[in-house]
């Protein structure tokens, strides 16, 4: 069947409903959380109606339903990322955030002599575009261990400036955690000369892939990173479940960073050995419900296809860009073309704060985020303190872009020239 | 529209030509605040002679609603004593809790009552607070000083 988000958006109840006094809701907010499905709400919904218990505890057939449920879902998300260990190798979190925070935790407890030790002879390094949720843990964790802190500037066009790249991933680099896709610019950092010059160093890759994972093919076999985190509400799941994907080998060497029940192997009263990975790492009676829809959310998109859910995108984000452009007094914030870039896009319209720009757009049923976008300092570098973004998915289509378009003159008719 | 009713023609006419904005070169006390979620942000410098508010001056950045409320506060507050900008201040406070049931004291609150139709709008209230924000502090600042 040929793909069409008109037919997408039939499985989406959200869609059904309208705003701001009976308009037609556009969508185009997906950077900050995508909608769901039905399948999705059914998913969770039907966990806690027939199989609710917790997993990997209790001794009836409830609590093995739950556990194979909740386990099925973590298969799901290694297939999904193509997992070289395949499902071990998927630590369930609350949240990407919870995801990053884990890896700078983990890596503060690690002792002298563990590959994660930290201390001040060590450097970590991110970029300029990071969201905060992948930088304010590192400047803790440096904080905490004595490491430096260095980072990839961006340049005025949006895209890292790897120029300098064996000054900044320098040999004494034991992190280098960056963002997949900018949730500002849209931009898609190229990872192979990354990787290449971090592993040649021997400094490991974490990759925040909240806002390509939801959005394109992942496939960690050839990626080269070593670490990963998405968040499944972006992804067409639920709030709630986040997913970190390590090596193996790495997950081992890495401490825990929550204790307590079903993480550990053996407790005494002044010990404690630890489960064998993932389990090492989700501590307390896991957001079983949320990994369910999450896996239920993924087997939609997987059933619709990554590379066309990309290819849609794209096109669309193509039409988006032409329609912004022919705008007056609009700049767009980062790449201009739809080269390397995904689907999320910010810009400026002349005078109009984004608040307000934003306030008008959603009086037309029209969802934007505006704002700095929880990127204070790409903000700063790109300067512009807050910029509007519109953000798309599988369920947009040209109207929608249209609309934005409409919605973007008639505000600058409503404030007038400023 | 609904719309309009938290666009009034004076917000916008405070927001296109801002009263008092550029900072004193001398101070009673000075403040900046930023509203975290957007990034907008002020710069508020008061003079007090005696417990009087002989200047209000600022400069910022941000949203019609946050401009506008920090323009029309300085014409308020200006030549007030501390205890009067203190009641003024609550009542505006008030009016932006108040979830579009007040239409404000025009009395007490003069042309700031067009905000009123902010407190519709959850999303704006700390738009429209950020410079009585900055001011409360301002005012804490120059008696401890």
New interface residues.
């Given amino acids: 069947m040929l793909f069409s988000p008109e037919q997408i958006r039939k499985d989406f109840p959200i869609f059904e409903r309208t705003v701001r006094g009976g308009k037609k809701l556009v969508y185009l907010d997906n950077g900050a959380t995508s909608q769901k499905p039905n399948s999705v709400l059914e998913a969770e919904t039907n966990f806690y109606k027939l199989h609710n218990a917790a997993a990997h505890r209790g001794a009836h057939q409830l609590a093995e339903e739950a556990t194979q449920a909740y386990e099925g879902a973590r298969e799901i998300v290694a297939e999904f990322l193509n997992a070289p260990g395949g499902s071990e190798e998927i630590v369930f979190t609350k949240s990407a955030t919870e995801a990053l925070n884990l890896m700078a935790y983990a890596m503060g407890n690690a002792h002298p002599g563990n590959r994660f030790h930290l201390g001040p002879q060590d450097r970590i390094v991110v970029t300029e575009m990071e969201h905060h949720s992948n930088l304010v843990p590192w400047q803790q964790l440096c904080d905490r261990t004595g490491a430096e802190l260095a980072w990839f500037e961006v340049t005025p066009h949006g895209r890292l400036d790897l120029s300098a790249i064996d000054s900044v991933i320098t040999p004494n680099t034991k992190v280098v955690s960056l963002t997949h896709q900018s949730n500002v610019l849209g931009t898609i950092n190229p990872l192979e000369e990354i990787v290449r010059r971090a592993h040649e160093v021997g400094a490991l890759v974490i990759l925040d892939a909240c806002q390509s994972a939801p959005h394109m093919k992942i496939d960690l076999a050839q990626l080269g990173v070593d670490f990963l985190a998405f968040s499944g509400h972006k992804a067409l799941g639920p709030t709630g479940i986040g997913v970190l994907w390590g090596r193996k080998n790495l997950l081992e060497d890495l401490p825990p960073f929550l204790f307590g029940g079903s993480m550990i192997e053996m407790v005494t009263m002044r010990t404690a050995t630890w489960a064998p990975v993932p389990q090492k790492f989700e501590a307390g009676v896991p957001n079983m419900a949320q990994a369910v829809g999450l896996g239920a959310a993924i087997e939609y998109l997987s059933s619709v296809g990554m590379d066309i859910v990309n290819n849609h995108e794209r096109t669309l984000t193509e039409y988006l860009l032409q329609k912004l452009n022919s705008v007056d007094d609009l700049s767009i914030v980062g790449p201009n073309d739809s080269e390397a870039r995904g689907s999320a896009v910010s810009f400026t319209v002349n005078q109009i704060h984004p608040h307000d720009l934003g306030q008008y757009l959603d009086s037309q049923g029209i969802a934007v985020r505006t704002g700095q976008h929880c990127a204070w300092p790409l903000a700063k570098r790109m300067g512009v303190p807050a910029s509007t973004r519109a953000s798309l998915y599988l369920y947009n289509n040209e109207a929608d872009c249209d609309a934005l378009f409409n919605g973007i003159l008639g505000a600058q008719k409503y404030f007038g020239s400023f | 529209?609904?719309?309009d009713s938290?666009?009034q023609e004076v917000i916008?006419d405070h927001?296109?030509y801002p009263q008092h904005k550029g900072l004193s070169p001398v101070f009673t006390a000075q403040v900046h605040h930023v509203n975290t979620?957007?990034?907008?942000?002020i710069t508020l410098n008061l003079i007090l002679e005696g417990n009087q508010i002989s200047s209000l001056t600022w400069d910022g950045?941000?949203?019609?609603?946050?401009q506008a409320s920090v323009s029309m506060m300085s014409e308020l507050l200006i030549g007030k004593t501390l205890d009067q900008a203190s009641l003024i201040s609550t009542n505006f406070s008030d009016l932006m809790s108040s979830k579009g049931t007040s239409s404000g004291d025009s009395l007490i609150l003069e042309d700031a009552v067009a905000f009123a139709g902010v407190s519709k709008?959850p999303g704006?209230i700390k738009?429209a607070l950020l410079g009585w924000m900055a001011f409360k502090d301002a005012a804490i600042q120059a008696q401890t000083d």
Avoid at chain 2, 37 to 41: I, P, R
Avoid at chain 2, 61 to 66: P, T, V, Y
């Fill in positions: 529209m609904e719309l938290l666009y916008l927001y296109k979620s957007c990034g907008d942000e950045q941000g949203c019609s609603i946050s709008f704006r738009c």
